[in-house]
């Protein structure tokens, strides 16, 4: 799923919430073979253990993204200056795609169980609803209570259709997790939080990707994104070099899908001094 970094990017982002760990239907996969790690010498001191196969140092802001041309940073009004460097290091073109939260409200039709890990009913649930949400991991009852996945193979839960999974679940509190929880066991946050391949990305990584750089917050334009995310999921679905943004909202699935498309490539940076704030 590796390109040489930084070549040409064609800009990218899909869809899941919670723990974003089921498929998505995703087109365009990055199947380049990954680079070799670099021999080393037998005298030379051990590295730091590491997950991270690090490609290079990341260059300009400006060299980077005015060099890929169809990359869909479409923002040159907020572009940073080219003096600035991104800092950190470059860990290769990833496939993206995002997920959102669904809510029980917005679906009609048969019900279903919904069933926590201990085979209790959670609630009957249209099943519409039940079809989204194990997919997406978490979602939002009408009762106004949060529903994360708690377990797979539950033998007394319907079946996924998209996945062939039975998906148990646990019921939150709202209060604590509103978005739902990742896989850190932590409450996840529209438009920080990705999920990722943990072998990939080490959870809890704060990662830049200049590609959502200055990208619309929301549907009125009038705050941009800064790039800042936290690896906070994973995802069956995510595998290897692929980071899957948690929206929150179908709306903003639909306009980031716009402005940045899924499965084009984005460039992941760890370590940039300027995402501290995500960590």
Not at 2 to 12: E, F, H, M, P
Not at 15 to 36: I, K, V, Y
Not at 108 to 123: D, K, N, R
Request: net charge positive; hydrophobic share 35%; glycine share 10%.
């Amino acid at each position: 799923m590796k390109r040489s970094l930084l070549v040409a990017l064609s800009c990218a982002a899909c869809n899941t919430a919670g723990s974003a760990w089921m498929a998505q239907p995703l087109e365009g996969e990055l199947t380049a073979p990954p680079a070799p790690v670099e021999a080393r010498s037998p005298s030379a001191p051990p590295r730091k253990s590491t997950r991270i196969h690090v490609i290079s140092e990341a260059p300009s802001l400006e060299a980077s993204l005015s060099s890929a041309p169809g990359s869909g940073y479409t923002h040159a009004s907020t572009a940073p200056s080219s003096k600035l460097t991104l800092g950190g290091k470059a860990v290769g073109t990833f496939k993206n795609t995002y997920y959102d939260f669904p809510s029980e409200g917005d679906f009609t039709g048969e019900t279903v169980g919904l069933m926590s890990a201990s085979c209790q009913t959670i609630m009957n649930v249209p099943r519409p609803f039940y079809e989204s949400v194990c997919v997406q991991g978490s979602g939002t009852l009408r009762s106004g209570g949060t529903v994360s996945f708690a377990k797979r193979d539950c033998s007394c839960a319907a079946e996924c259709p998209r996945t062939g999974q039975r998906i148990c679940f646990d019921l939150l509190d709202k209060a604590q997790y509103p978005w739902g929880r990742g896989a850190m066991g932590k409450a996840i946050t529209p438009l920080l939080t990705v999920a990722v391949d943990s072998t990939v990305i080490p959870l809890g990584t704060p990662l830049y990707i200049p590609e959502y750089d200055g990208v619309a917050r929301d549907l009125t334009g009038t705050a941009q994104h800064d790039g800042c995310f936290l690896a906070e999921d994973r995802g069956l679905a995510v595998k290897g070099q692929h980071v899957d943004v948690f929206t929150g909202h179908r709306e903003i699935t639909q306009l980031w899908n716009r402005l940045v498309p899924s499965n084009r490539g984005v460039t992941v940076i760890v370590d940039s001094p300027r995402c501290k704030r995500a960590r």
